[in-house]
């Protein structure tokens, strides 16, 4: 049963709020049976209050009750706190929040999402802020783009991923070069989560161009894993 927050006070900054409610909201929910299965499902790395995903929105949505939009500064310290904290719904409440307002923040912004795509990081909250936050930031400052060409080739495999998987949502928007290009440069990584990337990658763009994936794939299958190519694939094998 979702308990009722305080009324907003304009003495406080958003973030001070969101946190006051959330933690005692999500830890007063806690559901040790339901966290053992989750926690397993990841590989024990993470601790988990046992929220389920509808459980979860429905209590985000009584903890924003009544907030005014956040400022980047709210965004980062929100984030920064959750991440801070060790059961992993806070992380995913970030995550949401941040997807929900990407629109509000800058290009700075990126180094926060550095941090958090590099700390703590997995494919549960990495692939969130790279499709739903760096890919925003991304479509409009060139500066990010530039970074995403960096992150392409570095050494953290997370980084990579995001990189590949940024330009997701972007269908016809999507620089395909680039993409493409991303890709070749990853094909014989031996990372499973970037061999899933670039097939996830490829398979998305292919509901756009589906001639042009078919022939990338055909000119990288020496080097492209199985993995890659079974998802690159996957929807064009019918037709």
């Known amino acids: 049963m979702l308990t009722a927050v305080n009324a907003p006070s304009t003495s406080a900054s958003v973030a001070t709020l969101v946190m006051a409610r959330l ?3 999500f830890r007063a929910a806690a559901d040790p049976v339901a966290a053992g299965p989750m926690r397993a499902y990841m590989r024990d790395q993470f601790a988990y209050l046992g929220l389920r ?11 924003l009750a009544g907030l005014p939009v956040p400022t980047e500064a709210d965004l980062r310290a929100v984030a920064l706190a ?5 059961e992993r719904e806070f992380q995913y409440f970030a995550g949401d929040w941040l997807r ?18 590099t700390t703590k990081p997995w494919w549960d909250t990495v692939d969130t802020l790279a499709a739903h936050v760096v890919g925003p930031l991304a479509a ?7 970074t995403m060409d960096a992150w392409a080739i570095d050494d953290h495999p997370w980084l990579v991923r995001t990189a590949i998987l940024h330009q997701l949502t972007f269908r016809s928007g999507t620089d395909a070069d680039r993409l493409f290009g991303y890709c070749a440069a990853q094909a014989g990584h031996p990372d499973f989560f970037i061999r899933k990337a670039i097939g996830w990658a490829l398979r998305e763009y292919s509901k756009t161009d589906a001639a042009a994936v078919r022939a990338f794939v055909d000119a990288h299958r020496g080097q492209l894993s199985g993995l890659s190519i079974r998802e690159a694939l996957k929807h064009l094998v019918s037709r």
Do not use: K
């Open 23 to 25: 933690v005692p909201a």
């Open 53 to 63: 995903a509808p459980q979860q929105r429905a209590l985000a949505r009584t903890v």
């Open 82 to 86: 959750c991440w801070d904290l060790p």
């Open 100 to 117: 929900r307002h990407a629109g509000s923040c800058s290009a700075g912004f990126l180094d926060t999402v550095h941090y958090l795509i």
């Open 140 to 146: 409009r400052y060139p500066t990010v783009v530039s």
